[in-house]
């Protein structure tokens, strides 16, 4: 009952902030509520009781990604003292459509999935069972997506350093 | 290098400007420190460029610029030169005329005349002809008055001019 | 060597990012800028791409006073130039009053003139070591250093003049009064301490790597860009060239004394710093030198007894230019008849290294902008007179 | 996941609320007198007294800028982005507080006993950047912001090889435990170390990690974000008050936690060299005595050495720290994976950290910077 009020609460939470991401007028605020809406749903994995991903979603998308947004935001602004920008141009109508083409996709793919797992009584996945899988089982295909990255990387800094020198 | 040479005595300045400057209407003399060239502003230019290119001369070095007001007789600006090739100094000594206060710049010859400039013109009025920004150095940015002017008082009530409303500035 | 011109020197960084420049105002107040001035910084990330120099903030009138003012008067506005050396203001002044009075000086007076302004020079030096500690971000633990061997100096000043900063100690004619009995086995210990100090900060920042690391290299200037910026002192010295007026246009009694001039090969940042510690080791020697030579002339006369009490010149006009701690400290002097001067001068040294810094922190980062800033070692009663 | 047993048999979450308090309120103590402590240590470097007045010793100093601060005015500058520049102190602090959680100060001592606690530690404190940028971004100020660029720049540059030195004990822990399946718990890599604590097996990581862990701090030698002689203090510049003291909190907090994490990791937390079954007392003496050594390591290094410059401390992220950290964790692994002796992992990785010692050395060494004064030292010596 408890976990289930708290997944309300925070369910709720998502969406607003969520739509603060849309609707908020300045670029940093869309960026913070984004960090929140995420950071929410980091706490929906914990109340899933699936850890491991609940970490690793704090990790990557509230540190790591928004960071990095947060960083261009600051360094290709021409002004330094956040106050609201103009966020919505002539995109605006496209951006829309997208998002409801998205939305139902994702709706209709919820709705038509047969969930394997059970709410009721959610299974504790432990880090264990994660490493066997990702390191033996799917070995090959994660060292194979780790060097697409590297080679991605080492790609992106490579072009990033000609324009440099010329 | 790094030889230590003996200043030159004034005297021997003194003779080595009169053979350089002897066709030039200026006056070659001494003050109780340096040799002295007075010349004319309209000379000026000349005089400095010899001054840094000859190679007996050899001044590379510009010490100092100062300005006075020498109240009917004009504004006065005093250059002080020294030659760190040749061990020598010079003070260039220009008399602009009452009401005419011009003298070209040095800045293109001597980058170190730049601040020099700036604060001779606010102190005492001088205009320097091609200096590329004679902005006020030492006084505030939009005040058009010049303290070493003789005829500006010590101890009064100032009225800082050249700002809009004229309430009347700091009491000394 | 560009002439401030008043568009860009460099070209702002094509990296093809589009990137917005930003103008930072370090000062008046900030820790950095040891006073009251201020520069506006335009940066590119953390590249500097234009600095902008403003000084003013601190603007007496000096010369202004000293043409309304007594020649003896005047004097105490001279201490309050380069505040952290008034000794050595002093002497300048002094000198200049003597040239154009044709004044002389007791040979005794000399002596302590000289050891005074050597004591200056190293009080001087040792709040820049303090401070450039500071800049470079060693948490006011070289502050501290550096404050330590000041307070000792202070104290012997204090004992002398009456006064710690501001002496008012010399005359023209020669100096106020004699020293004090136990000035000897005093101003001994105060040189080991001084040497001791010296052994600290070399230990403290020469021996870091991080500080080496941070100073080496940076801002080097040629002799030839030096002398044509205005460049002098230990800034001049630091690039290799030779040349300190204590030697190469000798005064006082300097021809007397023996001492080396330090000078440094690269002309950056680190070559300042290190031509400054040599120098106040050095002057250390000189104070040594006066010491012995004023024990031989015990008693004898420190101010010339033919003056009257009312300094009158007729006229005059010269340039004095004395080693002063910073550079090249000159006095112009034009007397024309009665007790004031005409015009007084002051060629502050600071203020012709600070017309430097704009071509020394261009293409440097922001960080090295505040310790290029702090290398000239640039005192604001001095830039602003 | 493992819990402890709740104290007096509470429900679980009143006693994780009960214990979360407790934490809070000691961490405070203990930031108000690491301010004091820190101002005490830094004066006695510098040949001065400290606070002597507030108390016997000034005892009571930290009391009174704490009071000082809470009654200050809080001040908001006219441009400040209202609520990203009030959140930002809070948004600093929370994932410091939530690191707090995870720690075991001795045997199950600590608010909760994850099985994931390493991990935990490392992917809240990435929120912490999140703040810092906050702050810079909504202060209207240009130093803040400057000082929220170069305080993410570098939080993420030096992440990695934090990350990495902790995953080379992480490995070890494999070999420890038995199974060959490593652990992230703190507790139990504290247990694991009853008989030699891991920096005695893996000290080029120790160093890779308190190197690290100065920068995620701020702490000199890597204070750039803060930097007081260029910037001003950085992302906190425009802040006053409560909220200043937020970030000073924040900043002594993370210090502890991070002092208490590294004990816990490296030097044995509670359980050497007393051995697992020591007394709670005995425990939690071990872990301070251990953070305290850590912590004034860093207070020392902060009053002696000067500030690197931003690009230095990239390329010493990137070019030094990170590529020894890796090539521990692959010599490591080619160690444990033939199950060769652990002594050959101690000498490994004393090899690697006498090598970072030896490149800082030679890099100091090799500009001959001691000879200047040497030559003027006496008269003559170097007349031409």
């Given amino acids: 009952m408890a976990t289930e009020v708290i997944w309300w609460i925070f369910a709720l939470g998502i969406i607003a902030l969520s739509a603060g991401v849309v609707f908020s007028r300045s670029v940093i605020h869309s960026a ?75 709706l209709v793919a919820a709705l038509s999935t047969e969930w394997a797992g059970n709410t009721e009584s959610p299974t504790n996945i432990a880090i264990e069972a994660i490493s066997q899988r990702l390191f033996e089982d799917f070995g090959l295909p994660f060292i194979l997506a780790s060097v697409l990255l590297l080679v991605a990387l080492v790609g992106a800094i490579i072009v990033a350093r000609q324009e440099e020198g010329e | 290098m790094s030889k230590t040479l003996a200043p030159k005595p004034i005297d021997q300045v003194v003779k080595l400007l009169e053979q350089r400057f002897g066709k030039l209407p200026v006056a070659i003399n001494q003050t109780a420190t340096d040799a002295n060239i007075d010349c004319p502003p309209e000379h000026f230019r000349a005089v400095v460029e010899e001054l840094k290119n ?69 102190m005492v009025g001088l205009i320097f002809d091609g200096h590329p920004n004679l902005k006020n150095l030492l006084l505030d940015e939009d005040v058009r008055i010049h303290p070493l002017l003789k005829a500006h008082p010590l101890q009064k009530a100032e009225i800082l001019q050249g700002i809009e409303d004229t309430t009347p500035g700091f009491t000394f | 060597m560009s002439i401030w011109p008043e568009e860009r020197v460099h070209a702002l960084a094509d990296d093809g990012f589009e ?115 500071a800049d470079v971000g060693s948490f006011g ?100 060239y030779k040349f300190d007026l204590r030697k190469d246009e000798p005064y006082s009694v300097y021809p007397n004394l023996k001492f080396d001039i330090p000078t440094g090969a690269n002309g950056d940042v680190f070559d300042r710093f290190m031509v400054r510690m040599a120098e106040a080791w050095q002057s250390t020697l000189i104070v040594e030198q006066c010491l012995d030579a004023l024990s031989q002339m015990e008693g004898e006369l420190v101010l010339n007894p033919d003056l009257p009490k009312t300094l009158r010149i007729d006229s005059g006009e010269c340039y004095v230019r004395t080693e002063g701690t910073k550079g090249e400290y000159g006095v112009y002097a034009l007397a024309k008849g009665g007790n004031k001067p005409y015009r007084m001068k002051l060629r502050s040294p600071s203020f012709c290294n600070l017309s430097a810094l704009r071509e020394m922190v261009i293409g440097t980062y922001v960080a090295d902008a505040i310790i290029i800033l702090g290398s000239l070692d640039i005192v604001l009663g001095e830039v602003d007179k | 996941m493992l819990f402890a047993d709740p104290l007096f048999g509470l429900p679980s979450w ?45 005892l009571w100093q930290g009391f009174a800028d704490a009071i000082k601060l809470v009654g200050k005015e809080d001040i908001r500058p006219k441009n400040a982005d209202r609520w990203v520049f009030e959140l930002a102190p ?50 209207g100020n240009k130093y803040a912001l400057l000082g929220a660029v170069r305080a993410a720049a570098q939080m993420i540059s030096y992440e990695i090889p934090l990350v990495v030195s902790l995953l080379c004990v992480v490995m070890i822990t494999g070999a420890d435990t038995g199974n ?130 931003i690009d230095q401390l990239m390329n010493f992220s990137w070019k030094v720290l990170l590529e020894l950290s890796f090539l521990q964790l692959i010599v490591n692994g080619i160690i444990l994976y033939y199950d060769w002796p652990q ?21 100091a060494s090799a500009r001959s910077t001691k000879g200047l004064l040497g030559t003027y030292r006496t008269l003559g010596a170097s007349s031409s």
């Fill in chain 1, 32 to 106: 913070i509520f984004l960090i929140g809406s995420l950071a929410g749903v980091g706490v929906m994995f914990v109340i899933l009781t699936v850890e491991f991903l609940a970490l690793t979603q704090f990790l990557i998308y509230g540190g790591a990604v928004t960071v990095l947004v947060l960083l261009a935001l600051m360094l290709t602004r021409a002004d330094p003292s956040g106050r609201a920008e103009k966020v919505n141009g002539p995109q605006a109508p496209f951006a829309l459509l997208a998002g409801i083409g998205v939305a139902a996709v994702l």
């Fill in chain 2, 54 to 122: 000859h190679r007996d001369l050899a001044f590379d070095f510009l010490r100092n610029i100062v300005g006075i007001d020498m109240l009917e007789e004009g504004l006065a600006c005093k250059y002080q030169f020294f030659s760190y090739k040749n061990r020598q100094a010079v003070q260039v000594t220009v008399l602009t005329p009452p009401g005419n206060p011009h003298i070209p710049s040095i800045t293109d010859l001597y980058p170190a005349a730049n601040w020099h400039e700036r604060e001779a013109a606010e």
């Fill in chain 3, 19 to 133: 990137t917005v420049d930003m103008t930072i105002n370090v000062g008046p107040q900030h820790p950095a800028t040891h006073g009251v001035f201020r520069m506006v910084l335009t940066v590119d990330g953390e590249k500097v791409v234009d600095c902008e120099p403003y000084i003013g903030y601190l603007h007496r009138g000096l010369e202004k006073l000293t043409e309304n003012h007594d020649y003896r008067q005047a004097m105490g506005w001279w201490d309050r130039t380069d505040y952290l050396a008034g000794m050595a203001c002093e002497m300048a002044y002094c000198m200049a009053v003597e040239k154009l009075g044709n004044i002389s000086v007791p040979l005794r007076a000399e002596y302590i003139r000289v050891m005074m302004v050597e004591l200056s020079r190293i009080l001087s030096h040792f709040m820049f070591f303090g401070a450039f500690g």
């Fill in chain 3, 141 to 240: 633990t070289s502050f501290i250093y550096g404050w330590r061997e000041r307070e000792r100096i202070y104290d012997f000043f204090e004992e002398v003049a009456g006064d710690r900063m501001f002496p008012t100690y010399f005359r023209p004619g020669g100096v106020q009064m004699d020293l004090p009995e136990n000035y000897q086995d005093r101003v001994r210990w105060l040189l080991g301490s001084i040497r001791q100090g010296l052994e600290d900060f070399d230990g403290l920042l020469v021996g870091n790597e991080i500080f080496v690391e941070r100073c080496r290299g940076l801002s080097p200037v040629t002799p030839e860009q030096a002398i044509a910026w205005g460049l002098t002192g230990p800034c001049l010295r630091a690039t290799g």
């Fill in chain 4, 14 to 58: 009143i006693d994780a609320i009960i214990r979360i308090v407790i934490v809070v309120l000691v961490m405070t103590v203990f930031v108000i007198y690491s301010t004091y402590g820190e101002r005490k240590l830094v004066a006695r470097f510098q040949q001065r007294l400290g606070p002597m007045r507030t108390g016997p010793w000034g």
């Fill in chain 4, 90 to 139: 809070y948004a600093t602090f929370i994932p410091v507080l939530l690191t707090l959680m995870v720690l075991p100060f001795a045997e199950n001592w600590g608010v909760r006993n994850l099985a994931l606690g390493v991990f935990f530690v490392f992917a809240v404190l990435g929120l912490n950047i999140v703040g810092i940028l906050m702050a810079g971004l909504g202060s």
């Fill in chain 4, 180 to 309: 060959g399946v490593g652990t992230l718990n703190l507790n139990t890599i504290a247990a694991l170390q009853e008989d030699r604590p891991y920096i005695v097996l893996q000290p080029l990581a120790f160093l890779i990690f308190f190197t690290a862990m100065l920068s995620e701090l701020h702490r000199a030698p890597f204070d750039i974000p803060v930097a007081e002689s260029e910037i001003v203090g950085g992302y906190f510049v425009e802040y006053s008050g409560i909220r200043w003291s937020m970030f000073q909190l924040t900043e002594y907090a993370s210090m502890w936690g991070f002092a208490v994490f590294g004990s816990v990791v490296f030097l044995g937390g509670w359980a050497w060299p007393f051995g697992v079954d020591s007394h709670w007392a005995l425990q939690l003496a071990t872990t301070f005595t251990k953070a305290l050594a850590i912590v004034v390591v860093i207070i020392w290094i902060r009053t002696t050495v000067p500030r690197l410059r």
């Fill in chain 4, 343 to 363: 002594e050959l992992l101690a000498l490994t990785s004393a090899v690697g950290a006498g090598f970072l010692i030896f490149l800082i050395i030679r890099h």
